[in-house]
Nanobody, 115 residues
Framework: QVQLVESGGGLVQAGGSLRLSCAAS????????MGWTRQAPGKQRELVAV???????TYADSAKDRFTISRDNAKNTVYLQMNSLKPEDTAIYYC?????????WGRGTLVTVSP
């Protein structure tokens, strides 16, 4: 079993920055891709960014040029640096990980961007 715990969410003004972290723990053999999704109030969950074990990244159009996903394989941790935040980035951000072919999800961390 693998547990994912997100941290780093909070309240920030538009134009500000936040850095989310997600640490995996438990019986870890090999974590492949890791990523972030988000769900805004009244909307469906959407992909934000994904990073492979080798560091190849993919971003949603809404995240390109503002967000950066990275990871530390030694620490089984993935990060999301979010800059130039907008009110429409307000959402619960969830971490996910592909561990040995099974997907795991964190409980989420709330990001609120005020105008």
């Amino acid at each position: 079993q693998v547990q994912l715990v997100e941290s780093g969410g909070g309240l920030v003004q538009a134009g500000g920055s936040l850095r989310l972290s997600c640490a995996a723990s438990g019986r870890i053999f090999r974590i492949n891709a890791m990523g972030w999704t988000r769900q805004a109030p009244g909307k469906q969950r959407e992909l934000v960014a994904v990073i492979t074990r080798s560091g190849i990244t993919t971003y949603a159009d809404s995240a390109k040029d503002r967000f950066t996903i990275s990871r530390d394989n030694a620490k089984n941790t993935v990060y999301l640096q979010m800059n130039s935040l907008k009110p429409e980035d307000t959402a619960i951000y969830y971490c996910n990980a592909d561990h040995d072919g099974m997907y795991y999800w964190g409980r989420g961390t709330l990001v609120t961007v005020s105008p």
